[in-house]
């Protein structure tokens, strides 16, 4: 998605930095945003890494003042096959990358939008953030606290002209829901995705959510009695298939036959 996004903003008069671990990958991004007539940036940093992650905000702000931030960096893990409740190492990294991750990338971000008083946070969260999803306790709860740390930082942030949007998104055809193992209806692609995910920022909207029936159930599903949840929670019953994501350009073993 985050590709697919960087490519939705690529435009002449445009530079776009484009941040993950494999570097591969982000040169494959950037000559796609370079296509398009934009300049490009790369920063090979992993999010958890505070150091190495200032060093390439504050280097890259100083040049090109940062008016947009997608803060997009994320896992999926849960409870392998076989595991009824996912183990407490999984639970750890997941937050690590999922929400220390997104905020050391939002306070790096942050000193240059509040100098000048302006620009626009977007951070990636999930309907999975919206209602708990028993499969991917630490995935879920990693985006629940990136939707509540983003709406309740963008009522602090409006005053100061910085905007916050949340995207939660439901299932996208990526590597990340090629390791979730479980039903994922109205899938769409990280294209479409990106589209109504750029469309909301331009209208400077809260949170985007999307697609409107999942969203619905999700918002709905919070509000009911436990056992109606329970009901909801074995229809979207899930497993994370082992391994770490394909395209990371880290620890790649053991991933699950047919990945
Ligand atoms: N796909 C879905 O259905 C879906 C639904 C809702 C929300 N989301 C969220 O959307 C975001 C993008 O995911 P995706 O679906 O597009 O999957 P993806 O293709 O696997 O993208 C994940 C991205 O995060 C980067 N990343 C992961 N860990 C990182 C780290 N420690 N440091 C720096 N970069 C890191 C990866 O780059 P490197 O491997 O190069 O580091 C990759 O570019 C995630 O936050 C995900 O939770 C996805």
Redo the contacts with the bound molecule.
Sequence with gaps: ????LARGYAAPGQTIAV?????E??AQ?AAAVEAKGAKSSQG??????RAGLEAFVEQFDAEYPIDLVI??????DGRKPGEDIEDLDTSLRVL???LT??LTTLHAVLPGMRRRGRGHIVL?????GLTPIGGGLG?SA??AAVVFYGLGLKQLLHPMGIRVTV???????????DR?LGW?PF?IS?DA?ARKIIRGIQCHRAIVAFPLVLHVMTRVAILMPDFVRRIVGRVFSCHAAAGE??????ALPSLAPGE
């Design positions: 998605m985050g590709e697919a941040v993950g671990r494999n570097g990958r982000l991004v090979q940093v992993d999010v958890t890494d803060i997009n960096a994320g896992i999926f690590d990358t999922n991750g997104t990636m969260s999930s309907l999975a995935y990693s985006k995207a939660c998104p439901g299932f996208v055809e990526t590597p990340i829901t979730h994922q899938r990280p995705a994501t394909k395209m990371s350009g880290k």
